[in-house]
């Protein structure tokens, strides 16, 4: 297995991967947050009535399922954060389509006047940019 020295990554590959891994982190972090949330919410709801142990029931398992995707989301930037590092072309075309995925949602919240998606607009962008049409990324990544 080959593993590429890491004084020939170049610095906007490493400036992107702590990108990925402290949106991670944040991202893990809420998702922990929720899943213990989750439980807060069944107590007083099935409490309140009995009408509303079922829809306690359900918010309480959709909260805890929204915070367990939420931590796989999270661990899944970090490996590809990881990988990126190290890198890999697979994860320099990964970061790019996420980053174009992420641009086009950007696009439509202004569309709908929520303007402030422009600063991670702006860092998508450059993110697309700068790994996909700079020759000598893309050549590290080779």
């Known amino acids: 297995m080959e593993h590429k020295h890491s004084s020939k990554v170049p610095v906007g590959a490493i400036i992107i991967s702590w990108i990925y891994f402290l949106a991670s982190a ?3 972090l809420a998702g922990s947050l929720v899943i213990a949330g989750s439980k807060a919410v069944e107590g007083p709801l099935s409490n309140f009535a009995a009408s509303f ?15 367990i995707i939420m931590i796989v989301i999270g661990l899944l930037g970090i490996v590809l954060g990881i990988f990126l590092w190290r890198l890999k072309n697979w994860a320099r075309i990964t970061v790019v389509a996420l980053a174009a995925l992420s641009l086009l949602g950007s696009i439509r919240s202004i569309i709908l006047g929520k303007y402030q998606v ?3 607009m702006a860092v998508n962008v450059l993110i697309i940019c700068y790994l996909l049409f700079l020759k ?7």
């Open 118 to 120: 422009i600063g991670w």
């Open 26 to 28: 944040i991202l893990m």
């Open 53 to 67: 142990s079922q829809l306690a029931l359900f918010s309480s398992n959709f909260l805890a399922t929204s915070g």
């Open 136 to 142: 000598s990324v893309k050549a590290a990544f080779k």
